[in-house]
């Protein structure tokens, strides 16, 4: 079959054949004549599969064929994480080369002003994360109204991610009519319930349901020791004939520990996290697509929808807890027909999680044996109070993170007392106070610096050691809490998106305000009424934007009542992996 025979058109099968595409794979075999036709389409596939041209390339023929006025958000995109959201818009962009469509992507993470800047001069097709497409639908720079087509890819990720109450709400926004693409690995009930309400009459198709393993991987399993994993590991990158890894670990403190020891036995590492900045991610992703980087140490999330072409070797320095995992992990080698090698080590605490995965195979793993460091260690670790295995991984990042926390405070208590000292020798003497002044003083613009004092206040000023500043904690290079990671891009959005819960206003009772009234009608009587005192400025410049215009009792001034902003809650959404190690 070609890809001509499915019904596209001239300038996609250029754009198509200019990517080196000769035939389409199985799901575009199977999803684009029914996604051409208008049916909604329900795709059973991994990332790896070529997915993303079997719905881009027939919305780009959809839309190409039918104009509509203006520039309105005609496709949505919604994938659950920003490497994914960039890959897509790649594709569309190379497969619509030679058609007049706009499109764009939005995720979170980088500043939104370009991406709101790309939404004002009009697309046609918009790729988004769920975090971002929030915000910006929220301050109107994003209108849904006229959407034709919507796909939900890796909707079972975006179950895993928490993101699920977002897609909901984000359904909500868009027209009832429309066409829905609904791409997913794996369909656990969750997922299975979007579908039913999603979807209308869905052509299904599947290809290489998660559950069987990927066949033309190369599979093989390591027992080794905690210990001894990365001699093992640089020990097969130099005799497997590696020519690129992803090796996973099991936490982002391992995947900088794994990386660094790499660099150490003289290899080209660099690990990928969600404690690294989006541009680290980047420029991470871009030295190992570009060869300059060997070894890419990764966690799940930060490896999730990498498209790295020709990945030789995918190494688990670390079994997945959860056996689908395992699958998706390996799933990056070995994509569009191309075969690749995954590794396994396991240690005598993940025994368990391989019984789970080889239950999933419905096969075991290969085991290598004879290689240089056998198992030795045979006692599993302990268990804790509830029975659970106490992992060392876990532990030791754990353990790695409370160091850090030790050091900071450590680094803000001397830097605070430096502060203080200093601040105790700037100080003049205190100067005896003076009688208080028969008028009161006029207020005097507290200069900066000023060292000498008239009066009482002044006196009290001088001596007043200035507040210190919040001292600046020495960071290493991992532990720099990164305004654009995404764990906190997640927290961050999270909290926008909670409802702000509407607070009490508070009211004068009417007893006590006719008490008042009642003494201040006393004080009027007692003595001539003083020369009304000029409004502080603050008041004064509300008084002059506000005039006329009270407070909306649904937005009470959060400070008056000593309480929180909504943003100032803690997380309400961070997903488990995200957890600092
Ligand atoms: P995807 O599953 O969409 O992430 O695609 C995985 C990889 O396969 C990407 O690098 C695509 O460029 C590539 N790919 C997709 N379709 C084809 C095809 N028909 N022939 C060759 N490569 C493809």
Redesign the pocket.
């Known amino acids: 079959m070609t890809?001509q025979d499915l019904g596209l058109c001239p300038p996609i099968l250029r754009a198509?054949a200019e990517?080196?595409?000769?035939?389409?794979?199985p799901?575009?075999e199977k999803a684009i004549p029914p996604a051409l036709a208008g049916r909604d389409v329900l795709g059973c596939?991994?990332?790896?599969?070529?997915?993303?041209?079997?719905f881009?390339a027939p919305i780009l023929q959809r839309l190409d064929g039918k104009k509509a006025s203006g520039r309105p958000i005609r496709a949505l995109i919604l994938t659950p994480t920003r490497e994914?959201a960039l890959?897509?818009q790649e594709?569309f962009q190379?497969y619509g080369k030679h058609l007049p469509l706009r499109s764009a992507v939005i995720f979170g993470g980088v500043g939104q002003n370009p991406q709101v800047e790309q939404l004002k001069k009009g697309v046609d097709i918009l790729v988004a994360t769920p975090g971002r497409l929030g915000d910006l639908y929220n301050q109107k720079y994003v209108d849904l109204s006229r959407l034709e087509i919507f796909v939900l890819d890796e909707a079972d990720r975006m179950l895993d991610m928490g993101f699920i109450h977002d897609v909901r709400r984000i359904l909500g926004w868009l027209p009832k009519r429309k066409q829905t693409l609904f791409f997913s690995a794996t369909m656990p009930p969750e997922v299975q319930g979007l579908v039913d309400e999603l979807l209308a009459d869905p052509v299904k198709v599947a290809v290489d349901p998660v559950s069987s393993p990927v066949e033309i991987i190369d599979q093989k399993l390591y027992y080794v020791d905690r210990g001894n994993k990365t001699k093992l590991l640089a020990h097969l990158i130099g005799t497997l004939g590696v020519k690129n890894a992803l090796v996973f670990t099991r936490t982002k403190h391992g995947a900088n520990k794994v990386a660094g020891d790499l660099v150490k036995a003289g290899l080209t590492a660099a690990a990928i996290h969600g404690n690294k900045s989006q541009t680290a991610r980047q420029q991470a992703l871009a030295d190992f697509k570009a060869g300059r980087v060997q070894v890419l140490v990764a966690t799940d999330i930060a490896a999730r929808?990498l498209?790295i072409?020709e990945l030789s070797h995918v190494f688990n320095y670390n079994l997945p807890d959860v056996p689908e995992t395992y699958v998706h992990r390996i799933g990056r080698t070995g994509?569009?027909?191309r075969g690749g090698a995954a590794v396994s080590f396991c240690d005598v605490n993940e025994k368990e999680e391989l019984k789970a995965i080889e239950k999933l195979l419905g096969r075991p793993v290969p085991v290598v044996a004879g290689h240089p460091w056998p198992m030795e260690v045979l006692e599993p670790a302990p268990r804790d109070k509830k029975g659970r295995v106490v992992n060392p991984e876990d532990a030791e990042a754990r353990a790695a993170a409370k160091e850090r926390r030790r050091q900071r405070d450590a680094a803000n208590k001397a830097a605070n007392q430096e502060k203080k000292a200093k601040a105790a020798q700037k100080a003049p003497e205190p100067q005896p106070p003076e009688p208080p002044a028969a008028e009161p003083a006029p207020k005097k613009k507290r200069g900066r610096g000023r060292r000498s004092s008239a009066t009482l206040e002044e006196a009290l000023t001088a001596v007043e050691p200035k507040k210190p500043e919040r001292a600046r904690p020495v960071y290493d290079d991992f532990q720099k809490p990164d305004p654009l990671a995404s764990d906190v891009i997640m927290d961050a959005t999270a909290r926008l998106l909670s409802s702000r819960r509407p607070l009490p206003v508070r009211e004068e009772r009417p007893r006590n305000q006719r008490r008042k009234r009642q003494e201040k009608q006393e004080q009027r009587q007692a003595k001539p009424a003083p020369k009304p005192a000029p409004a502080p400025k603050a008041d004064a410049r509300r008084g002059g934007r506000d005039r006329g215009r009270s407070r909306r009792p649904m937005e009470p001034d959060l400070r008056k009542h000593g309480q929180k902003d909504s943003t100032e809650q803690p997380s309400l959404m961070k997903p488990y992996y995200l957890s600092d190690d």
């Open positions: 890809f198509l990517q080196g595409y000769e035939n389409p794979s799901i575009q596939a991994q990332t790896g599969t070529g997915k993303t041209c079997a881009a994914l890959q897509i594709s190379a929808g498209d072409e994509r569009a027909g």
